[in-house]
């Protein structure tokens, strides 16, 4: 009897507790039924995509010349640093007189030789002086008259003139100094237009073509972004950089570009008018490859996720093209989807646009 007063407790006891074992089983299994992932979804519809090449490029003006000077002499004057010149504008005066002696007595000697032949015309009509004479003559009023012109082309590079409109970047040399023929003297640029030399990987040789739209972006030194058309594509790859190079040139509107600067390319490669494309972020990769989280509604009503399997296609900056797994209308987890299982239900905490991803 004694055995069984203790017996009938610890009866009770155990009867207890599995009866709290099946409530708190009961209870985790409602949890986790009822458990809801706070996510963030986009609205998938048909769109225009581009893909993109991005590539960098280097600046350089069209007009960019180191002037050097045709004749010796001393610097008289020469335009300071920043000076904005016309085409014919003086940019660089020497000492002339030097020069100045040497054309008057060219011109004297052209004149006495013109005079000399014109008196030998008569001569030879009058068989007084032979051809040979008469020749001579007019060889040595030709000398004369190449000389004449050689000391006034001496006298006009003694003024050196701008070839093209452009700034003053670089002086070399100073107000005093002497020069020698081919010695430069300062460096003029015009920044009015432009060309960006970049080179693009090989791989792509075959897909970027001349007027392939092209868009330029500063970098470090603005977020302003600049339209434009490849003006030129290579056909043969640079070996040492595996490239090929492709050229812009452009109208430099406000001189936001600047020689030397390095600015980033992102050129059309190919083009979709209805992609369905979703950010990168939102695929899921596991041993089988990768997927999207969906949106569908259990028999409640109630939001919950859906693993798509789906094959990529073309990618630019932050978004991708998905060729297979979903469907126009479809609502993919861009949030959060690293937290979802299959058939999780879910909270929607807000829906994202496209312009979100620009």
């Given at each position: 009897?004694?055995?069984?007063?203790?017996?009938?407790?610890?009866?009770?006891?155990?009867?207890?507790?599995?009866a709290c074992d099946?409530?708190?089983?009961?209870?985790?299994?409602?949890?986790?039924?009822?458990?809801?992932?706070?996510?963030?979804?986009?609205?998938?519809?048909?769109?225009?995509?581009?893909?993109?090449?991005?590539?960098?490029?280097?600046?350089?003006?069209?007009?960019?010349?180191?002037?050097?000077?045709?004749?010796?002499?001393?610097?008289?004057?020469?335009?300071?640093?920043?000076?904005?010149?016309?085409?014919?504008?003086?940019?660089?005066?020497?000492?002339?007189?030097?020069?100045?002696?040497?054309?008057?007595?060219?011109?004297?000697?052209?004149?006495?030789?013109?005079?000399?032949?014109?008196?030998?015309?008569?001569?030879?009509?009058?068989?007084?002086?032979?051809?040979?004479?008469?020749?001579?003559?007019?060889?040595?009023?030709?000398?004369?008259?190449?000389?004449?012109?050689?000391a006034e082309k001496?006298?006009?590079?003694?003024?050196?003139?701008?070839?093209?409109?452009?700034?003053?970047?670089e002086r070399m040399?100073?107000?005093?100094?002497?020069?020698?023929?081919?010695?430069?003297?300062?460096?003029?640029?015009?920044?009015?237009?432009?060309?960006?030399?970049?080179?693009?990987?090989?791989?792509?040789?075959?897909?970027?073509?001349?007027?392939?739209?092209?868009?330029?972006?500063?970098?470090?030194?603005?977020?302003?972004?600049?339209?434009?058309?490849?003006?030129?594509?290579?056909?043969?790859?640079?070996?040492?950089?595996?490239?090929?190079?492709?050229?812009?040139?452009?109208?430099?509107?406000?001189?936001?570009?600047?020689?030397?600067?390095?600015?980033?390319?992102?050129?059309?490669?190919?083009?979709?008018?209805?992609?369905?494309?979703?950010?990168?972020?939102?695929?899921?990769?596991?041993?089988?490859?990768?997927?999207?989280?969906?949106?569908?509604?259990?028999?409640?009503?109630?939001?919950?996720?859906?693993?798509?399997?789906?094959?990529?296609?073309?990618?630019?900056?932050?978004?991708?093209?998905?060729?297979?797994?979903?469907?126009?209308?479809?609502?993919?987890?861009?949030?959060?989807?690293?937290?979802?299982?299959?058939?999780?239900?879910?909270?929607?905490?807000?829906?994202?646009?496209?312009?979100?991803?620009?």
């Amino acid at each position: 009897m004694k055995a069984l007063k203790y017996v009938t407790p610890l009866l009770l006891f155990s009867f207890v507790l599995s009866a709290c074992d099946q409530n708190g089983d009961e209870n985790n299994n409602e949890q986790q039924r009822a458990r809801e992932v706070v996510v963030e979804v986009l609205d998938v519809d048909p769109r225009a995509f581009e893909e993109r090449v991005r590539v960098t490029g280097t600046v350089e003006a069209l007009e960019d010349a180191t002037i050097s000077a045709e004749v010796s002499g001393r610097v008289h004057t020469i335009a300071e640093r920043g000076t904005t010149v016309e085409r014919g504008s003086e940019l660089v005066s020497l000492d002339d007189r030097v020069v100045r002696s040497s054309l008057e007595m060219a011109r004297a000697n052209f004149e006495f030789a013109e005079d000399a032949l014109a008196r030998q015309e008569p001569l030879l009509r009058d068989s007084i002086i032979s051809t040979l004479e008469f020749n001579q003559a007019r060889s040595q009023r030709d000398q004369a008259k190449s000389q004449l012109e050689q000391a006034e082309k001496q006298l006009g590079d003694s003024r050196i003139q701008a070839p093209f409109r452009g700034r003053v970047e670089e002086r070399m040399v100073k107000s005093g100094e002497l020069v020698n023929p081919g010695m430069p003297v300062l460096r003029l640029v015009n920044t009015d237009k432009v060309r960006i030399n970049a080179g693009v990987p090989e791989r792509y040789i075959n897909d970027i073509d001349e007027g392939a739209a092209v868009t330029i972006s500063l970098g470090t030194y603005g977020r302003e972004e600049l339209k434009s058309t490849i003006r030129y594509a290579g056909s043969v790859i640079v070996p040492e950089t595996r490239t090929f190079p492709v050229e812009v040139v452009m109208e430099n509107t406000g001189r936001l570009l600047k020689p030397e600067m390095t600015v980033n390319l992102s050129i059309v490669r190919d083009f979709w008018d209805d992609a369905l494309v979703v950010p990168r972020t939102a695929l899921v990769r596991d041993e089988d490859g990768l997927r999207l989280f969906v949106t569908t509604e259990d028999e409640n009503g109630r939001k919950k996720a859906e693993a798509r399997r789906v094959r990529t296609g073309a990618a630019s900056g932050s978004l991708i093209v998905i060729e297979e797994g979903i469907e126009p209308g479809d609502q993919v987890i861009v949030t959060g989807q690293t937290n979802v299982s299959d058939g999780d239900l879910l909270r929607i905490q807000n829906t994202r646009t496209y312009d979100h991803y620009k």
